[in-house]
């Protein structure tokens, strides 16, 4: 998935307080055509929860300490404890990049997409 799409899709979904709904509300949409339609409950999920979390949320849930979370993105561990502890607010489109990152990881470790 490009990221422009990804973009779109993250900012849509952090305008719900509620992933099924945010899901339903999508219809069908032309990018959807590129992707199994089997994966496509998964996608939306996945981007969802990567919307509406914290960077230490992420990052806790995919077991990742803050070292070797700073060593994968060459973010100062001060940084990431100011995030965490919310001393400091992550700027939106850095979180968007970095979730993407991990949404591309995630799924491209599941099979990827048919085409593009």
Same mark, same amino acid.
């Given at each position: ?41 998964? *996608? ?7 919307? *509406? ?10 077991? *990742? ?24 607010? *992550? ?26």
């Amino acid at each position: 998935m490009k990221y422009e799409l990804f973009a779109t899709l993250y900012a849509e979904a952090q305008e719900y307080s509620n992933a099924e709904m945010y899901i339903s509300e999508r219809g069908w949409q032309e990018w959807m055509n590129n992707y199994p339609e089997k994966q496509l409950g998964h *996608i939306l999920s996945s981007i969802y929860d990567l919307a *509406i979390s914290s960077i230490k949320e992420i990052r806790e849930s995919r077991k *990742i300490s803050r070292a070797a979370f700073s060593r994968m993105y060459n973010i100062p561990i001060r940084t990431l404890e100011d995030w965490d502890t919310e001393k400091r607010k *992550i700027a939106d489109y850095n979180k968007m990049l970095i979730a993407y990152t991990f949404f591309m990881n995630d799924f491209l470790g599941k099979g990827g997409e048919k085409n593009e």
